[in-house]
Nanobody, 126 residues
Framework: QVQLVESGGGSVQAGGSLRLSCAAS????????MGWFRQAPGKEREWVTG????????YYADSVKGRFTISQDNAKSTAYLQMNSLKPEDTAMYYC???????????????????WGQGTQVTVSS
């Protein structure tokens, strides 16, 4: 069983910052990567970023490169998403996710994730 719980969402002005957290629990052998997705009303779910829990290699969607940073604590129990220079188009429900991809050096994409949290809302006003 894998459980993911997000926190840290809120409302900010364009250009502001937020830091999301994802607390993970369960057997670690069930996944080797964690990441974040987002979905705005009326739009499809979009993969944002991912990290391999073993080697901490990171990958980003083009829309957030240079602005968002994914990281993980030393115990590998919590993932973070630091979001800077936020734009109105970043407004969405943000979901933490976990999955598996082999070998763990291949660039991560949305198809690699299968476990989901319940989401935390991020709203960016212009």
């Amino acid at each position: 069983q894998v459980q993911l719980v997000e926190s840290g969402g809120g409302s900010v002005q364009a250009g502001g910052s937020l830091r999301l957290s994802c607390a993970a629990s369960g057997y670690t052998w069930k996944w080797n990567c964690m990441g974040w997705f987002r979905q705005a009303p009326g739009k499809e779910r979009e993969w944002v970023t991912g990290i391999y829990v073993g080697n901490r290699m990171t990958y980003y969607a083009d829309s957030v490169k240079g602005r968002f940073t994914i990281s993980q604590d030393n115990a590998k129990s919590t993932a973070y998403l630091q979001m800077n220079s936020l734009k109105p188009e970043d407004t969405a429900m943000y979901y933490c996710a976990a999955g598996f991809r082999s070998p763990p050096v291949s660039p991560l994409t949305g198809a690699d994730f299968h476990y989901w949290g319940q989401g935390t809302q991020v709203t960016v006003s212009s």
